[in-house]
């Protein structure tokens, strides 16, 4: 079956997020990921890491000024010393705490600025990022991001991230496929995520309505499960999900998957 890495952005938010790391463990998971490492010093995350045998799959690029509404800046024509600037401090971390490929979110549409040239300072953009990870060995990853949640998202459909990769015309820059966005703007996944598999590096899940944990909406979760799984993806699911009613109480639906895997080894 698929391995689930916990995102510790949305799920344990019980506590401390320092703190996750030790809830994740404790609730089976073997992989964490969340969306920013950098309030936190990388030698206190890396320690948590280490301390509960974790290994961190993923953490996206600076992203803006997230508390003010902010969901990335590389399409801002204004913004890219600063998200050059951020491309050198995400693949410090990503050293730091051994991950290896890393997601950039993007951005809204820039108000006053035309499509064509916030598009044409997206791809310089990637394109740069591309390079800069290449020498480090790492991965860039795009995501789309459905505009129900946040109206405005330069790129919100899988052909149109599909397009920019092949825009950007780099060998390790790869698709975020998030099973919950893509069901919001298109559905189709079983087809999609099968079509696209060579250029998907990592999946996130979230059931619809709501965001919530497999198993509380409209997705059928035990199909994709099994769908993935003989596809041959060998990446992690990211559990990025708001759990419907506290973390701990919303993990039966993996309690079966880690059970399956348990027989099956």
Request: with cysteine; aromatic share 10%; hydrophobic share 45%.
């Amino acid at each position: 079956m698929p391995r689930f890495a916990a995102n510790l952005t949305m799920m344990f938010n019980e506590v401390p997020f320092l703190d996750r790391f030790d809830a994740a463990a404790r609730a089976g998971f073997e992989a964490v990921e969340f969306l920013f490492p950098y309030p936190y010093p990388a030698h206190e995350i890396r320690a948590r890491l280490a301390a509960n045998g974790l290994q961190l799959v993923l953490h996206n690029l600076p992203a803006g000024n997230w508390d003010a509404g902010e969901r990335g800046i590389a399409c801002h024509p204004d913004r890219v010393v600063e998200f050059h600037a951020g491309i050198a401090r995400a693949i410090d971390y990503a050293q730091a705490l051994d991950v290896r490929q890393l997601n950039c979110l993007v951005g809204k549409a820039p108000a006053a600025i035309d499509r064509t040239t916030a598009r044409r300072t997206m791809v310089a953009n990637l394109r740069f990022a591309a390079g800069e990870l290449k020498r480090a060995g790492l991965k860039l990853l795009v995501e789309p991001i459905n505009t129900y949640d946040i109206p405005g998202f330069f790129v919100s459909r899988t052909d149109e991230a599909l397009q920019l990769l092949d825009d950007v015309d780099a060998d390790n820059v790869f698709l975020q496929y998030d099973i919950y966005h893509a069901q919001r703007m298109e559905g189709e996944l079983a087809a999609t995520i099968e079509r696209h598999l060579p250029r998907i590096a990592h999946i996130q899940l979230a059931d619809n309505p709501g965001r919530h944990e497999p198993g509380s909406g409209e997705i059928n979760y035990d199909f994709l499960f099994r769908h993935i799984d003989r596809l041959g993806y060998d990446g992690w699911i990211g559990c990025e999900y708001k759990p419907a009613a506290g973390t701990e109480a919303g993990l039966g639906w993996l309690e079966k998957y880690i059970s399956q895997e348990r027989i099956a080894a």
